[in-house]
């Protein structure tokens, strides 16, 4: 098992920089962010412009990689393949092939996105919409060498009421998309606050985890008692501010890290764990990021087998 992160937590920094620094750190491996660059939208960076690579600019990136003895996870491109607007779900479907292409070229195992949602539906009419446009999706992988993987973050602050906007929350839905052919990106964050033990989650399905990520959670139950489950209601500007839980670098939260690194390496993933930095006390600044990731390194690395 190797430790690596997540590029987009360094939005402002180029990927040689982001490379060099991780190495020095003693990192192991980056899943690169490739979004498109729309504009200054949270948690998401364009450090591989995946829709302009060429062969010459692949063979450029794993020089750097190489140079720093990393490796490239997978290339991070999370966002929404039921978008209810047409144009838009088009686009996102364009950049994941174009993601597919990259990851062939770049030698990255994996592609990393979501289920998403169309929050006009029901969960049951999205299941269906996803049964009918994600086998494209995961032939063209196919076709490539590449596994599409799906983070099971609950994307809260894409419905209008904070319901689950994306449907792969839970082990339910992790077995309706194995059907698909599709494969976990496994983040137990996100199973924290929902009420389910991600240690007894996870055993059952490392088999369909190739990569998984590493993010923790910090809970408030007294502002749970006020707000409920799905967070406030009556005055939330912000979509993603539930009011009773926040992300943390590991080991500032709540996951029990030991028992969940022990049941990855039990079922036998080989694989890289990513932190994914969104911790808010630990980020608005690239210093205070990379304090974070810093935590986070000396959380996991004792736990990971050299």
């Not at 620094?21 to 504009?39: K, S, T």
């Not at 003895?69 to 092939?97: C, F, K, M, Q």
């Not at 052919?181 to 399905?205: Q, T």
Request: include cysteine; charge should be negative; proline fraction near 7%.
């Amino acid at each position: 098992m190797k430790l690596g992160f997540l590029t987009a937590c360094l939005p402002g920094m180029e990927l040689a920089e982001i490379a060099a620094w991780a190495g020095d750190q003693g990192y192991e491996a980056l899943e690169v962010a490739a979004w498109p660059a729309l504009g200054d939208r949270p948690f998401t960076a364009t450090h591989v412009d995946v829709d302009q690579l060429s062969a010459a600019a692949a063979d450029d990136v794993r020089a750097l990689f190489e140079k720093h003895a990393l490796t490239l996870s997978s290339i991070a491109y999370y966002d929404n393949p039921l978008h209810p607007d047409a144009g838009e779900r088009r686009a996102v479907h364009d950049h994941l092939h174009s993601c597919i292409d990259a990851a062939a070229l770049l030698g990255a195992p994996t592609v990393g996105t979501f289920v998403g949602r169309d929050p006009g539906k029901s969960v049951a009419e999205n299941l269906r919409e996803a049964e009918r446009v994600f086998p494209a999706l995961v032939d063209h992988a196919g076709e490539k060498g590449v596994k599409l993987i799906i983070e099971n973050c609950v994307m809260e602050g894409w419905h209008p009421d904070g319901y689950p906007g994306n449907l792969a929350y839970s082990p339910e839905l992790w077995e309706w998309m194995f059907g698909l052919g599709l494969y976990l990106n496994f983040d137990p964050s996100h199973l924290v606050w929902m009420g389910i033990d991600p240690v007894e989650a996870v055993k059952p399905y490392v088999d369909k985890i190739p990569h998984a990520q590493a993010k923790d959670v910090q809970l408030f139950p007294e502002l749970r008692n006020r707000y409920g489950w799905p967070g406030k209601a009556v005055d939330r500007p912000d979509p993603w501010d539930v009011g009773w839980w926040r992300y943390r670098v590991p080991g500032l939260g709540q996951v029990d890290w030991n028992r969940l690194v022990d049941a990855l390496y039990e079922g036998g993933f080989d694989g890289v764990l990513s932190v994914e930095h969104e911790d808010p006390v630990w980020g608005g600044t690239e210093d205070k990021v990379k304090t974070g990731l810093e935590v986070a390194y000396r959380t996991l690395r004792p736990l990971l087998i050299a």
